[in-house]
């Protein structure tokens, strides 16, 4: 086994982490004007050094600021990067009770530009206050155009999606190579679009629009790899494909099979973390289409559920995966973050630390080591 074919940590999590009291609160004041900037930093500060203090107390080697500065996983994105917006989404969450959440989407109403960096701040402070791994979360690229397709790109300010993708993708390698010169080695993105590419309702969508999905598809992986095939070596890039997390509702479904193949080798990633805590996934067997340079964090302890899952089935799901990829390759983390968004999923704080430190012993106990 090679080095790189093994994930930098066998236990792992997605990044988003269930605030506090007092960051839901210091949300709601902020907005009101209540409170000022120093005041609200303050809020953050004091309670993302309590967080890094939770991760490295339950043994995670790989370290987060929980996002605690974020009202979702992509806002700081659309907020820092010049152009882009927000407006309806095309899509909605929904559950297996037919409820349906509709929410607001990324959409580019000028020409973009980076006047600051996207994520330097958070990565920081997360290296001033741990003796970790500070791991660096950014939206995926994809996710400026999915959710409203190409009517994401208002009042013509691209005249095709080839430019407004290749203006995308020097907005991420500038964020890129600035988080590497600050001292990041492990960045990940998160990714919604292409698993969602894997459920028929959503491909008869992307059709009506008349968009070809194959082709989509082949402009993702190539706007993916525009981003990050300039990366110095030692940065090692991570995406997390995920059906969709907020307040345990989901957007897609569908198994990795038909996408499988061509993800896992075109996307010039180092590791995949895949969702798989619900049959919505899908089963194990597109693993076999990993190459043995990359490897896979496998999701399957649920963010989204309070129940805790037994060590001995979390054994039984990697002994399962491993019968289609080398065991060598493998991790294990949630299938996704625990706050997506700033309310956070249905668990309560104790189920995260519970889930997380399942993680850790069941990781050290396949692996012999965290």
């Not at 010169?181 to 008349?210: A, H």
């Not at 990795?256 to 075109?266: D, G, P, Q, V």
């Not at 968004?341 to 399942?358: M, Q, R």
Request: contains cysteine; charged residues 25%; aromatic residues 8%.
């Amino acid at each position: 086994m090679s080095a790189s074919s093994a994930p930098m940590f066998r236990a792992d999590h997605v990044g988003s982490l269930l605030r506090p009291k007092s960051i839901t609160d210091a949300f709601k004041k902020f907005s009101k004007n209540e409170i000022s900037d120093d005041a609200f930093t303050e809020i953050q500060d004091s309670a993302i050094i309590d967080v890094i203090n939770l991760q490295e107390s339950l043994g995670l080697q790989s370290i987060t600021d929980g996002e605690f500065r974020r009202a979702s996983y992509w806002s700081t994105f659309v907020e820092r990067v010049q152009g882009l917006e927000v407006a309806e989404s095309r899509f909605s969450f929904h559950d297996d009770h037919g409820h349906e959440q509709q929410f607001t989407a990324p959409i580019v109403t000028e020409k973009l530009s980076r006047p600051q960096s996207v994520a330097g701040d958070e990565f920081n402070f997360v290296k001033e206050n741990t003796s970790q791994t500070p791991k660096t979360t950014i939206v995926s690229p994809p996710t400026m155009h999915m959710w409203r397709l190409d009517k994401t790109i208002v009042d013509n300010c691209y005249d095709s999606r080839e430019k407004y993708f290749s203006e995308l993708a020097k907005i991420f390698r500038e964020e890129i190579q600035s988080l590497f010169e600050l001292g990041s080695t492990y960045i990940q993105l998160d990714d919604v679009p292409i698993p969602m590419m894997s459920d028929p309702k959503i491909l008869e969508i992307i059709r009506n629009d008349g968009i070809n999905p194959d082709i989509l598809l082949n402009d993702y992986i190539k706007l993916f790899n525009d981003c990050i095939d300039e990366r110095p070596k030692e940065l090692k890039i991570a995406v997390h494909m995920c059906r969709g997390n907020y307040k345990g509702k989901f957007l897609s479904e569908g198994g990795y099979e038909t996408l499988a193949e061509k993800i896992f080798n075109e996307l010039n990633v180092d590791t995949f973390f895949l969702e798989y805590d619900s049959p919505r996934s899908g089963d194990f067997e597109p693993l076999k289409h990993v190459p043995k340079n990359k490897s896979v964090i496998l999701g399957i302890v649920s963010s989204k559920t309070p129940q805790i899952e037994s060590k001995d089935d979390l054994k039984a799901k990697i002994d399962d995966a491993s019968q289609y990829i080398d065991i060598n390759q493998l991790g294990l983390s949630p299938q996704c973050g625990f706050a997506s968004t700033v309310a956070g999923n249905p668990v309560t704080l104790d189920v995260e630390k519970s889930k997380l430190s399942l993680i850790v012993e069941v990781a050290s106990e396949v692996w012999g080591s965290k």
